[in-house]
């Protein structure tokens, strides 16, 4: 079956302590997203790759780190998570910028 | 800064009635737009894309685009109680998709 995979879908920290969130796609995608989602602001792109050892910022990149060893691989890293973090967080892929699939999510907080 | 516009609603309308789904965007260089639903706690769905100015049909749902206008909608035919969900707009630009922050759609039976 297609599709994206996110680990773990809820997971509450507290502030400074560095978490992963991981993605995986199994389309064989180049394109790969990171996005969170706030009430009143949608969604918004974290960061980007458009394939193997390619990233770049989105719209709100601070905080966050990725990395992109694989090509069916997309973690998300935040070194010294905030409150303000505290989100609903979406990992997308796609064949470049096309339709774009999605995972599950993963609700965190950060108290 | 890059923006889709949409209206928040809620938007409610009768089973079987027509819904109107409208977004704006401000980048003329946008390529590609997109049509998405979600459901209250899921992920975002794919409903349609369109590329090219005109409509595009796809059972009960219909995209309309017109670049010189920057505008993009939806129109759902034959609303049912289970299209009731939040529609986000999208469009790319460069390398980067944009979303609006989503209409909220109510079918009333």
């Known amino acids: 079956e297609a599709q994206v995979t996110q680990n773990p879908r809820y997971l509450i920290t507290v502030t400074g302590k560095k978490l992963t969130v991981t993605c995986s796609q199994n389309?064989?995608?180049?394109?790969m997203s990171w996005y969170r989602q706030d009430p009143g602001l949608g969604l918004r792109q974290i960061y980007y790759?458009?394939?193997?050892?390619?990233?770049d910022k989105g719209d709100v990149p601070e905080g966050y780190k990725v990395s992109r060893k694989e090509k069916r691989n997309f973690p998300l890293i935040l070194e010294s998570p905030s409150p303000n973090q505290t989100s609903l967080y979406f990992c997308?892929?796609?064949?470049?910028?096309?339709?774009?699939?999605f995972g599950p999510g993963t609700r965190l907080t950060v108290l | 800064q890059k923006e889709v516009e949409q209206n928040s609603g809620p938007l409610s309308v009768p089973e079987g009635a027509i819904a109107s789904l409208n977004c704006t965007y401000s980048?003329?260089?946008?390529?590609?737009f997109f049509w998405y639903r979600q459901y209250s706690g899921k992920s975002p769905e794919l409903i349609m894309f369109?590329?090219?100015?005109g409509d595009k049909e796809d059972g009960r749902f219909t995209a309309q685009l017109n670049k010189a206008s920057q505008y993009v909608s939806l129109l759902i035919r034959d609303s049912q109680p289970s299209d009731s969900a939040t529609y986000l707009c999208?469009?790319?630009?460069?390398?980067?998709?944009?979303f609006g922050t989503g209409t909220s759609l109510t079918v009333i039976p």
């Open positions: 997308a892929s796609s064949f470049n910028t096309d339709t774009q699939y």
């Open positions: 389309m064989n995608h180049e394109y």
């Open positions: 790759s458009m394939n193997v050892e390619v990233t």
């Open positions: 980048d003329r260089g946008s390529q590609s």
């Open positions: 369109i590329y090219s100015n």
């Open positions: 999208a469009v790319t630009g460069g390398n980067q998709f944009y």
